[in-house]
């Protein structure tokens, strides 16, 4: 099956929730032929529900490594949302940890700012 129209953007934000760790995560950090299509998202206030984000279970899946941990561990308790993106520009695979999200997924579209040069 072909898709013909435009290619739709996804978003990352549910990606990190203890339902998706050992699943959909580790997929679309491989799947970098979706990576331009990616784009950050929060589903905030979920962030701040601590039963939904697990960095134990971040951590013993190996998609983060164990110094961040700690670090993400206290932002949470500071600033959900904060913690919410830093744990997303964390993540990578444990078997190739260069392969994270691109910065593209965090950046605004080129569109949106084109005097923006990055």
Request: charge should be neutral; charged fraction near 25%.
């Amino acid at each position: 099956m072909t898709h013909s129209g435009p290619i739709e953007p996804a978003w990352i934000s549910a990606l990190t929730m203890f339902n998706r760790i050992d699943t959909a995560l580790p997929t679309i950090l491989r799947r970098k032929d979706l990576h331009s299509r990616l784009i950050h998202g929060s589903d905030y206030p979920l962030p701040g529900i601590d039963l939904l984000f697990n960095t134990w279970q971040i951590r013993a899946a190996e998609l983060i490594d164990s110094s961040d941990r700690g670090p993400l561990s206290e932002l949470w308790n500071q600033n959900p949302l904060l913690f919410d993106f830093a744990l997303k520009r964390c993540v990578r695979l444990p078997d190739d940890p260069d392969t994270r999200f691109p910065a593209s997924v965090f950046q605004p579209p080129d569109h949106l700012f084109p005097r923006i040069q990055r």
